[in-house]
């Protein structure tokens, strides 16, 4: 889980990012983990301005044998990086607004595929409609289904490299990737099993 957080004052505290293993952690009332940040870009901080710059955090107790990770405690991070951290929830908010709004133009384009292969077979249901549709519903199946198993995938090599951090990363990549491949191959296997049953 990615968090922004504030403090109980409504004031920032001096991270503007956690990432949290919701895995992890002392069990609460409700039978489940309480989780754990696992990693924090901050700002400057520290007694004395030990750290009197923008930064990595990572719970050094947690993880101890994998260097990748643990090599990540206090690395100096860009400004460019930290804005980026400081505006995740408002960056997550627009990526959400803006594949909605893909989303609509992706059924926009399917619907008007499949209705011009049904002014191609003579505006009737013929071979070339049948085809399409059958494409367009693989590419929609395979593209929920391969972000799925890729997220999945993802999730479990960025664990592997570097826990907490890696698993967000791989999520999202695997993700992304899963997607579009799950949807090429979605609409290829329907498209082909389409035209097999009208030879």
Same mark, same amino acid.
């Given at each position: 889980?990615?968090?922004?957080?504030?403090?109980?004052?409504?004031?920032?505290?001096?991270? #503007?990012?956690? =990432? +949290?293993?919701?895995?992890?952690?002392? +069990?609460?009332?409700?039978?489940?983990?309480?989780?754990?940040?696992? @990693?924090?870009?901050?700002?400057?901080?520290?007694?004395?301005?030990?750290?009197?710059?923008?930064?990595?955090?990572?719970?050094?107790?947690?993880?101890?044998?994998?260097? =990748?990770?643990?090599?990540?405690?206090?690395?100096?991070?860009?400004?460019?990086?930290?804005?980026?951290?400081?505006?995740?929830?408002? *960056? &997550?908010? #627009?990526?959400?607004?803006?594949?909605?709004?893909?989303?609509?133009? &992706?059924? %926009?384009?399917?619907?008007?595929? =499949?209705?011009?292969?049904?002014?191609?077979?003579?505006?009737?249901?013929?071979?070339?409609?049948?085809?399409?549709?059958?494409? #367009?519903?693989?590419?929609?199946?395979?593209? #929920?289904?391969? $972000?799925?198993?890729?997220?999945?995938?993802?999730?479990?090599?960025?664990?592997? *490299?570097?826990?907490?951090?890696?698993? &967000? *990363?791989?999520? @999202?990549?695997?993700?992304? %990737?899963?997607? *579009? &491949?799950?949807?090429?191959?979605?609409?290829? $296997?329907?498209?082909?099993?389409?035209? $097999?049953?009208?030879?």
């Amino acid at each position: 889980m990615i968090t922004n957080p504030v403090s109980s004052s409504g004031k920032s505290t001096s991270s #503007v990012l956690n =990432i +949290v293993d919701k895995s992890l952690g002392d +069990v609460g009332k409700n039978g489940s983990p309480k989780g754990v940040t696992v @990693f924090k870009v901050d700002s400057p901080h520290g007694p004395n301005g030990k750290y009197n710059y923008n930064h990595t955090n990572i719970n050094s107790t947690l993880y101890k044998d994998n260097k =990748i990770y643990q090599s990540l405690n206090h690395k100096p991070v860009s400004n460019t990086v930290y804005n980026a951290a400081k505006n995740m929830d408002d *960056i &997550a908010k #627009v990526a959400k607004v803006g594949g909605r709004a893909l989303a609509v133009a &992706a059924v %926009v384009m399917d619907g008007k595929d =499949i209705y011009d292969s049904y002014k191609a077979d003579g505006n009737k249901v013929g071979k070339n409609t049948v085809t399409t549709a059958a494409g #367009v519903a693989g590419n929609w199946a395979g593209g #929920v289904a391969g $972000a799925k198993v890729g997220a999945m995938g993802g999730a479990a090599i960025g664990t592997a *490299i570097c826990p907490g951090l890696g698993t &967000a *990363i791989g999520g @999202f990549v695997g993700g992304l %990737v899963g997607g *579009i &491949a799950g949807a090429l191959g979605g609409r290829a $296997a329907g498209e082909g099993i389409a035209k $097999a049953a009208y030879r």
